[in-house]
């Protein structure tokens, strides 16, 4: 099979979606034109480190996959259980690296224990608390069985995060998410190598906007020294949150009250699930033979993840304006 990562979105979307359902399938695929119109085009660090892992676990035989290459060629072998160890390198996004990895190692026929070291809170992906309490909740709902330790937090641009992943064998099952209902919002507020008071006063400006829009909260302060430095909030409630790092220049209660605004944006229309769980349930849902969901906006990394996973699946998935202006998918 061939096809072109420059469809759509243009992103590392296509490339991660598409060798995680080759090893699924057994289906042998090209790529080419990866991330043609991006500034720096072609595979990044963390690309080569995923299709790396993968094709380690699987067996896999893989040509052209070096950094900035636009083209690779991956045939998948069978998929290995075992203990793994793998470092991105510098602050390359350990979700991202995970959600490569994800929908293909749950075929294997006993659990896989995978150590990853990089980033777990860095900009253009969600953090390592967004994958934990939003992506694996509404996956658990769907019957992926899956635990996500986080070791030690790494930022941009020095990384050395350290996260390690359970995955065992799972049978997943048609889920909708339809709606969300959640009684509070719940969060964590963290920072590392800058004074406590950073992550307190990311919180309690989180806090004051959720109080003030009628939303009861409790966010945890988490204050680390580690040797890679930086802040950021997450927020979540059910299948619906918002994260924002900190950055100089930008003040802690501006994190804060950006991270909830984002989060009420998302809960006020009454979708299923937010913008960006959207685009991540999109192969999972073809992988149980149908589901749905609803949501405020389809991206385009949702439309591009949908293009994908068809290549791939016997599915069709439909989008659907609803009456009260959010987007129904399903398959």
């Not at 020095?158 to 209902?181: E, Q, W, Y």
């Not at 989060?263 to 589901?291: F, T």
Request: glycine share 12%.
């Amino acid at each position: 099979m061939k096809l072109d990562g420059s469809y759509g979105e243009g992103g590392g979307q296509i490339l991660r979606t598409a060798v995680a359902l080759s090893a699924v399938t057994g289906k042998h695929v090209e790529i080419e034109n990866i991330r043609k119109e991006r500034p720096k085009p072609g595979l990044s660090a963390q690309h080569v480190k995923a299709v790396e892992e993968l094709a380690r676990i699987c067996g896999a035989q893989v040509s052209g996959c070096r950094l900035r290459s636009t083209r690779i060629s991956f045939t998948p072998g069978k998929i290995n259980s075992g203990n793994y160890d793998v470092d991105i390198g510098t602050a390359g996004s350990i979700s991202l690296f995970l959600q490569c990895l994800m929908p293909a190692l749950m075929h294997a026929d006993v659990a896989i224990s995978i150590k990853i070291t990089g980033g777990t809170d860095v900009r253009w992906s969600p953090s390592i608390d967004y994958m934990r309490f939003v992506t694996l909740a509404a996956l658990g709902k769907m019957g992926y069985k899956c635990d996500i330790s986080l070791i030690k937090r790494g930022y941009y641009p020095r990384g050395g995060g350290s996260v390690c992943a359970i995955i065992n064998p799972s049978n997943l099952k048609i889920t909708n998410f339809d709606t969300n209902n959640c009684p509070i919002i719940e969060g964590i507020s963290h920072s590392s190598g800058l004074p406590s008071h950073v992550a307190q006063r990311q919180a309690a400006s989180a806090e004051k906007l959720l109080h003030e829009q009628g939303y009861k909260s409790n966010i945890s302060i988490e204050v680390n020294d580690h040797p890679s430095t930086g802040s950021g909030i997450t927020l979540w409630c059910g299948t619906a949150g918002s994260s924002i790092l900190g950055k100089p220049g930008l003040k802690a209660e501006k994190v804060g009250s950006i991270a909830a605004e984002a989060l009420v944006n998302e809960l006020r229309p009454g979708g299923g699930v937010d913008e960006y769980l959207a685009d991540q349930l999109i192969p999972y849902m073809a992988l149980a033979k149908g589901g749905s969901f609803t949501t405020r906006i389809i991206s385009m990394h949702t439309k591009t993840n949908i293009w994908v996973t068809e290549q791939f699946l016997p599915v069709k998935f439909e989008i659907e304006e609803m009456e009260n202006g959010l987007f129904k998918v399903r398959i």
